[in-house]
T-cell receptor, first 114, second 113 residues
Framework: AQSVSQHNHHVILSEAASLELGCNYS??????LFWYVQYPGQHLQLLLK??????LVKGIKGFEAEFIKSKFSFNLRKPSVQWSDTAEYFCAVNSGGGADGLTFGKGTHLIIQP | KAGVTQTPRYLIKTRGQQVTLSCSPI?????VSWYQQTPGQGLQFLFE???????NKGNFPGRFSGRQFSNSRSEMNVSTLELGDSALYLCASSAIGGHTEAFFGQGTRLTVV
């Protein structure tokens, strides 16, 4: 069975700081990888996704993530965070064939202090 | 383009009762997935329907069931409710499911008392 591990449950940063949220997954085959964000009071939204090709993927709002196959990792990064980035961030994976639902990590609660 | 609509938004039920939640996917989307979100377990996959057929199922007891109609709208049913079923139930729709982008609804907050 697949599993996803997000290392940091709570992260507090100041505006303009750089961000890196860790995500590791366990699955032996081909995977599709996703980062979702949930702003306070809003629904889950897709930040970015990786299916194949360039392991560095760029998403919305200046976020990017790098797929490192040898490390089973898909870390999320942003060079300079803003107060509006305060939200819950979820890493998710499903098998490459897409034959199953998404397996989510437990989430990282990010708080940006002005 | 309207998003994923889930009804009702909030629900309070008594232990032992059953409940039905509804999800209307984005127009043209044929895949609907359901997830349970709780503080302790996080987001867990319940099942996925595509063209009225259940394609995948997560690790939940048989009390959790669902169906999809010809217009792609989906319902999930939980019978013999337990206190532990209190959660936010999320519906996600996608064009064909699998690795295509899933769009989530606001969820139905179910409280079992």
């Amino acid at each position: 069975a697949q599993s996803v591990s997000q290392h940091n449950h709570h992260v507090i940063l100041s505006e303009a700081a750089s961000l890196e949220l860790g995500c590791n997954y366990s699955y032996g085959g081909t995977v599709n990888l996703f980062w979702y964000v949930q702003y306070p009071g809003q629904h889950l939204q897709l930040l970015l996704k990786y299916f194949s090709g360039d392991p560095l993927v760029k998403g919305i709002k200046g976020f990017e993530a790098e797929f490192i196959k040898s490390k089973f990792s898909f870390n999320l990064r942003k060079p300079s965070v803003q107060w509006s980035d305060t939200a819950e961030y979820f890493c998710a994976v499903n098998s490459g064939g897409g034959a199953d639902g998404l397996t989510f990590g437990k989430g990282t609660h990010l708080i940006i202090q002005p | 383009k309207a998003g994923v609509t889930q009804t009702p938004r909030y629900l309070i039920k008594t232990r032992g009762q059953q409940v039905t939640l509804s999800c209307s996917p984005i127009s043209g989307h044929r895949s609907v997935s359901w997830y349970q979100q709780t503080p302790g377990q996080g987001l867990q996959f319940l099942f996925e329907y595509f063209s009225e057929t259940q394609r995948n199922k997560g690790n939940f007891p048989g009390r959790f069931s669902g169906r999809q109609f010809s217009n792609s709208r989906s319902e999930m049913n939980v019978s013999t409710l337990e206190l532990g079923d209190s959660a936010l139930y999320l519906c996600a729709s996608s064009a064909i499911g699998g690795h295509t982008e899933a769009f989530f609804g606001q969820g139905t907050r179910l409280t079992v008392v």
